[in-house]
């Protein structure tokens, strides 16, 4: 079949809403736009248990214990579903562990953000777990298969994260002075980032053009946040806190919330490694992957010891 | 012999079966050094929520799959053979249920 053909047939199987599989013929653009993609969620979600993880051995009570060891368990997995899914279109672990570590690969810029406080625990299963959700249900229709299967397994698993979250925003607000205080405190610092977690407005996103018409994304970063902006400010409104926007107002007409502009100056600015934490983020990283290594040696002369048990 | 180049060990393939009497089912895959750790590898990361309560892991290379380009020919046998199907036969409509 000639390069015409298969393009041809690429793009009718994307018009019948039909999945892409790892072994039908794809344009390279494509398969470069979802390592890109898929391999920088696996990143998000494993550097993400960094700051959570700053709390497991803090957290104020059992139950609160227990309950974010598996959040952040679960993170862990959905790396590992990722990494996989971007295994399928052709590039190994390894080479995506190396992106990541040489800072050639990106993660989500909410992650560089530090974690002060029981009540940004709160913040993040709310608000920032909140905004993976929203962009991951839009993903489980994305036109790639492995990688919206792994969203579908995904999405099972977020619905109690965001619960978490609120649930402890909600005993924070109905607390003493301070309490209350540092529930506002955390969402007056993790607003504004997490409103960045849906990427650039659309006239300024290089890569929307292409996702959208490839269907890897089915709606545009701008939708997503509006929608999330319209669900999150009555959860706020509920229990007595604020959104830290001057401009946040209903408008009738939209049927949603006007909203001011977050700053992308910011946002750039921690993207390109300049954030509060991200020093310290990849440094974790690296220090997990090298001091790893020598059981992952173990492992494999283990296995290599044992087969020649077999064969002998 | 030992890989001079680190790695996460080879790929599986992970089925599940809900439960007894179920089919196995495909769920994901994973990296393991070898079968025991893919075993557990599987049951941490797919079976959290009672997925499960059988498994099968596979090395990914013993799997064999028919490709994409092939669909026309390779599956052709099975669409002009319609009386393979039950609805090809005319019963008496007296016959309630066969
Ligand atoms: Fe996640
Ligand atoms: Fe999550």
């Not at chain 1, 610092?189 to 490839?214: H, V």
């Amino acid at each position: 079949m000639d390069i015409k053909q298969l393009e041809t047939n690429f793009d009718a199987k994307l018009s019948k809403n039909e999945n892409i599989e790892p072994k039908d013929w794809m344009p390279d653009n494509y398969r470069k736009h979802l390592i890109r993609q898929i391999s920088q969620h696996a990143h998000s979600e494993i550097v993400g248990m960094l700051p959570e993880g700053n709390w497991i051995t803090r957290a104020p009570s059992l139950r609160a214990k227990m309950i974010l060891l598996a959040k952040v368990q679960d993170e862990g997995g959905h790396g590992l579903y990722l990494y996989t899914a971007s295994e399928s279109l052709n590039i190994s672990r390894d080479d995506l562990l190396e992106q990541l570590h040489t800072g050639k690969a990106k993660y989500s810029s909410i992650f560089n953000y530090p974690t002060l406080t029981w009540a940004d625990i709160g913040a993040i299963g709310w608000l920032v777990d909140g905004a993976a959700i929203m962009n991951q249900v839009m993903l489980q229709r994305t036109s790639y298969g492995p990688y919206a299967r792994a969203m579908v397994r995904i999405c099972k698993e977020e619905s109690f994260h965001q619960r978490q979250g609120y649930e402890i925003m909600c005993k924070l607000s109905v607390g003493t002075k301070e309490q209350k205080e540092m529930a506002q405190d955390a969402l007056n610092r993790f607003w504004w980032p997490t409103l960045m977690m849906f990427g650039p407005p659309d006239a300024e996103s290089s890569n929307s053009e292409n996702a959208i018409k490839w269907k890897i994304k089915r709606e545009s970063n701008d939708q997503l946040r509006q929608r999330f902006v319209n669900q999150t400010v009555p959860q706020a409104e509920l229990i007595g806190l604020t959104i830290p926007d001057k401009n946040l107002k209903w408008n009738e007409a939209k049927n949603g919330y006007d909203f001011g502009e977050p700053d992308w100056t910011e946002f750039n600015n921690v993207i390109h490694g300049n954030g509060p934490c991200n020093k310290e983020r990849l440094g974790a990283r690296i220090k997990a992957h090298e001091q790893g290594r020598w059981v992952r040696e173990a492992a494999m002369a283990f296995a290599e010891k044992k087969k020649e048990r077999v064969a002998a | 012999m030992a890989n001079t180049k680190d790695s996460q060990g080879p790929l599986w393939e992970v089925f599940v079966q809900k439960k007894s009497g179920q089919p196995f089912v495909h769920c994901g895959n994973l990296h393991a050094f070898d079968k025991e750790m893919a075993l557990q590898n599987a049951r941490d990361l797919y079976t959290r929520r009672n997925e499960g309560t059988a498994l099968w892991v596979v090395p990914s290379d013993a799997i064999v799959s028919s490709s994409p380009e092939d669909i026309g020919p390779f599956f052709e046998p099975a669409n002009d053979k319609v009386f393979r199907h039950p609805t090809f036969y005319k019963i008496p409509d007296a016959i309630k249920h066969m």
